[in-house]
Each structure stands twice: as structure tokens, then as C-alpha cells.
């Protein structure tokens, strides 16, 4: 009887990666200068450890775009083969210290917690990398269309998945698309001399509370209503016609930030454009 290959959050390379990397975001945000993840980061994922060499792997099936599903399941094909090569001793005791690091530092309840961008695509590669081919077909189809899915941007039919295997698959569920985090952190330094406390405030809300959707929600509608009152009371002050109309507009299309069930990033980013509007009306004012 064949059993499926069970998927382990905790043990899965490319969402261990990526939360490493989140971690290092709150770390900076925090001015933690005693902050671990960027050690661990550089220990475990380089080059010279198979499970780099792993997470390039990941990387290929996560990043790459072809519009042939030939192609696509050519290129599965072929990273298997080089996972294949790994040495599965060597990953496993790495694996094994990594957790044991991430648990010495941090609260795993907290680390873990939460959502992962591509987290179904990661969890097929992850199933597919540890299962048996021969073992369970049907699963293993169905983790292939997945990532074959991902690869080429598009939805296989119906009719086609049923022919492989005799089941239908569920369209991908639309997760909430995460903010690249350091690349927004990049982007706001470039732009802006420094991000203010309310924009700092901003980013560490939205990386805290990734996972509590509600939480994220509640914080940008109080905030909203707060750089709303902002720059209404800083309305009067503002000589410039044109200014004034132009901030006038800003302050009526605040409420949009508001509409919604869950936030989604250019909400974040535009809270953190308003921000940015009221610093560079203060820095006016105070001239």
C-alpha cells in the first residue's frame, strides 16, 4: 500500500531560507546588533554545504519561467537528478544543526508562524525531493503539475491532469503576495534619506504580522485615520495652489486604503508614501 510523502514545514530548505531572511529584515528593523540570523544564514547556506547546494535547487524550480510545459518538466527532471547527487547523510546533519541553531535563538512558535510566498510550490518541491518515484505516482503527479504550474506561469486544464492521474487538482490558492522585504527597505533608503519611526513602525507591523492578517488589517485602518487627520490639519498651512489640490486628493483617497478583507502591498506601500508626504510637509513647515 502506498503511503505520501508528508511535508515538513520545519524541515523544508527554501521556506527555511526565506524565513532566515525575513528574520534578518526584523533584526535590522529592530537595531538587534546581536541578531543571529544573518550568521546562521551565511554558516548554513554557502557554496560549500549541500544544503546551499539545496537551496539552489529550490531556487532553480521557485525563480525560473518557461512558457513550454516541455521545458518545464525537463527542467524538473533535470534538478532532480542533481538532487540526486547530494549527499543525503551530510544535508540531514546539516538540516539537524540549522534547527538546532534557529531553536538556541529564537521562539520557534513565533519564527515559524509565518506565511510563505510560493509556500504550495515549496511544499511540492519538498515532496518531490523526498519521495520515492515509484512509491505513490499519483502524489508525485500531482507535486509535479504544481511546480510545472508555477514554472510556466499558467494553469494546466482539467481534462489534462485527469488523464495523468485519475483525480482533479484545485487552482492554486492566490496567496497574499509578500513584500520583498529588503528590496523595499533598499528601494525606501534610495529614495528617502532615512525612513521615518512611522515608516519603520510600518515595515516591522507588516513582517510581525504577516500571519495575522486581521492584526495588519486593524493597524493599517488606525493608521490611515491618523495620517488622514494629519494632513487635514496641515492643510491650512500650504500656500501652493497646486499643492494644496494635489494633498486634498491624497487626503479624499485615503480611505482606500481601508477597502479590502486582507492588505495587500500596495496598500503597505502607499501608507508608506503618505508618510513620507507629512515628513516632507514638516521638513516645509519647520523652514
Same mark, same amino acid.
Do not use: C, W
Given at each position: ?35 543571529? *540570523?544573518?550568521?546562521? !544564514? ?18 532553480? !524550480? ?16 533535470? @534538478? ?13 546533519? +546539516?538540516?539537524? &544543526?540549522?534547527?538546532? +541553531?534557529?531553536?538556541? &535563538? ?7 508562524? *509565518? ?19 515509484? =512509491?505513490?505516482?499519483? $502524489? ?5 503539475? #504544481? ?7 499558467? #494553469? ?12 482533479? %487538482?484545485?487552482?492554486? $490558492? ?6 520583498? %522585504?529588503?528590496? !523595499? ?5 534610495? /529614495? ?6 512611522? =515608516? /519603520?513602525?510600518?515595515?516591522? +507591523? ?11 488589517? +486593524? ?8 495620517? #488622514?487627520?494629519?494632513? =487635514?490639519?496641515? !492643510? ?5 495652489? @497646486?499643492? /494644496? ?7 479624499? =483617497?485615503?480611505? #482606500?486604503?481601508?477597502?479590502?478583507? @486582507? ?16 515628513? $516632507?510637509?514638516? &521638513?516645509?513647515?519647520?523652514?
Amino acid at each position: 500500500m502506498s503511503s505520501n510523502t508528508k511535508h515538513s514545514k520545519i524541515r523544508n530548505t527554501g521556506i527555511l531560507f526565506e524565513l532566515l531572511t525575513r528574520q534578518i529584515t526584523v533584526d535590522v528593523l529592530n537595531n538587534n546588533k546581536n541578531a543571529e *540570523a544573518a550568521k546562521i !544564514l551565511k554558516s548554513f547556506f554557502n557554496k560549500n554545504t549541500q544544503l546551499g547546494k539545496e537551496y539552489e535547487l529550490y531556487k532553480v !524550480l521557485t525563480t525560473e519561467n518557461y512558457k513550454s510545459e516541455t521545458k518545464a518538466q525537463h527542467l524538473i527532471d533535470a @534538478v532532480i537528478k542533481t538532487h540526486q547527487k547530494l549527499n543525503s547523510t551530510f544535508l540531514k546533519r +546539516e538540516k539537524y &544543526n540549522l534547527i538546532k +541553531e534557529i531553536k538556541k &535563538n529564537y521562539n520557534v512558535n513565533d519564527f515559524f508562524m *509565518a506565511r510563505i510566498p510560493n509556500y504550495k510550490v515549496n511544499a511540492s518541491i519538498f515532496k518531490l525531493f523526498n519521495s520515492n518515484q515509484t =512509491q505513490n505516482p499519483a $502524489e508525485n503527479t500531482k507535486n509535479l503539475f #504544481t511546480i510545472v504550474e508555477h514554472i510556466t506561469r499558467k #494553469t494546466i486544464s482539467d481534462a489534462k491532469k485527469q488523464k495523468t492521474i485519475n483525480e482533479s %487538482y484545485r487552482k492554486q $490558492e492566490k496567496d497574499l503576495r509578500l513584500l520583498a %522585504y529588503t528590496i !523595499l527597505v533598499e528601494k525606501f533608503n534610495k /529614495k528617502y534619506s532615512s525612513l521615518s519611526k512611522s =515608516q /519603520k513602525k510600518l515595515l516591522k +507591523e507588516y513582517i510581525n504580522n504577516i500571519s495575522n492578517t486581521n492584526s495588519l488589517k +486593524e493597524f493599517i485602518e488606525s493608521e490611515t485615520v491618523k495620517v #488622514t487627520k494629519k494632513l =487635514q490639519s496641515m !492643510l491650512p498651512s500650504v500656500d501652493d495652489k @497646486v499643492t /494644496k489640490i494635489k494633498l486634498n486628493e491624497a487626503v479624499n =483617497q485615503a480611505d #482606500t486604503l481601508m477597502k479590502g478583507r @486582507v492588505v495587500e502591498d500596495k496598500q503597505v506601500v502607499t501608507l508608506m508614501r503618505y508618510y513620507q508626504l507629512v515628513k $516632507e510637509l514638516e &521638513n516645509v513647515k519647520s523652514k
